[in-house]
Nanobody, 114 residues
């Protein structure tokens, strides 16, 4: 099990940008795909972006062209660059492996509002 710590959330106006970080306390990014998830109030957590160990990425249709996931294996950190933010992006964001049963971090809250 690897502890994951998300950061970088906050309040931003529509059209703004944020960069989320996910720091792993241990080696995980080089051995498994990593994803960014989000959870809207009262809804299930959903996968919005994933980066595979070969560097390939996939995105949920709702964030394609706006969000970019990237990884820094040397520093055990995964990032989510979020541009052109919309109110619908308001959620708590988490990172984790979609393939391993690893504990969830505390998440980082993103609020998009004017």
């Amino acid at each position: 099990q690897v502890q994951l710590v998300e950061s970088g959330g906050g309040l931003v106006q529509p059209g703004g940008s944020l960069r989320l970080s996910c720091k792993a306390k241990g080696t995980i990014f080089s051995i498994t795909p990593m994803g960014w998830y989000r959870q809207h109030p009262g809804k299930q957590r959903e996968l919005v972006a994933v980066i595979f160990t070969n560097g390939h990425t996939n995105y949920h249709d709702s964030v394609k062209g706006r969000f970019t996931i990237s990884g820094d294996n040397a520093n055990n950190t995964v990032y989510l660059q979020m541009n052109s933010l919309e109110p619908e992006d308001t959620a708590v964001y988490y990172c984790n492996s979609p393939e391993l049963s690893n504990p969830w971090g505390q998440g980082t809250r993103v609020t998009v509002s004017s």
